[in-house]
Nanobody
Framework: QLQVQESGGGLVQPGGSLTLSCVTS????????MGWYRQAPGKERELVAH???????KYADSVKGRFTISRERDKDTTYLQMNSLKSEDTAVYYC??????????????WGQGTQVTVSS
């Protein structure tokens, strides 16, 4: 079973940057992609960045041009570089294995996530 551990969140001012990390372990052979998701208070969890095992990336419109997903295979770690952060980026961020299509279901289980708060 896939296990994930997110880290790197924190408090940052608008316009600032953060890099989130996601370490994966367990059963990885059926993972075709990794995704970064976020859940803001009172809202549903949403996918914001997706990267296939072939390195193809896709982003939600709300973060396109500001966020970058990347992966270090030898470290089983997926990153989310977040630049030009806005208050609306405030959320708990999660990673998960998923399918190659953007709308694939995440494999779960979910980790604890990492809180990102953008505020002055």
């Amino acid at each position: 079973q896939l296990q994930v551990q997110e880290s790197g969140g924190g408090l940052v001012q608008p316009g600032g940057s953060l890099t989130l990390s996601c370490v994966t372990s367990g059963t990885l052979f059926n993972i075709n992609a990794m995704g970064w998701y976020r859940q803001a208070p009172g809202k549903e969890r949403e996918l914001v960045a997706h990267m296939t095992v072939d390195g193809i990336t896709k982003y939600a419109d709300s973060v396109k041009g500001r966020f970058t997903i990347s992966r270090e295979r030898d470290k089983d770690t997926t990153y989310l570089q977040m630049n030009s952060l806005k208050s609306e980026d405030t959320a708990v961020y999660y990673c998960n294995g998923t399918g190659s299509a953007w709308d694939s279901q995440p494999f779960g289980p979910w980790g604890q996530g990492t809180q990102v708060t953008v505020s002055s």
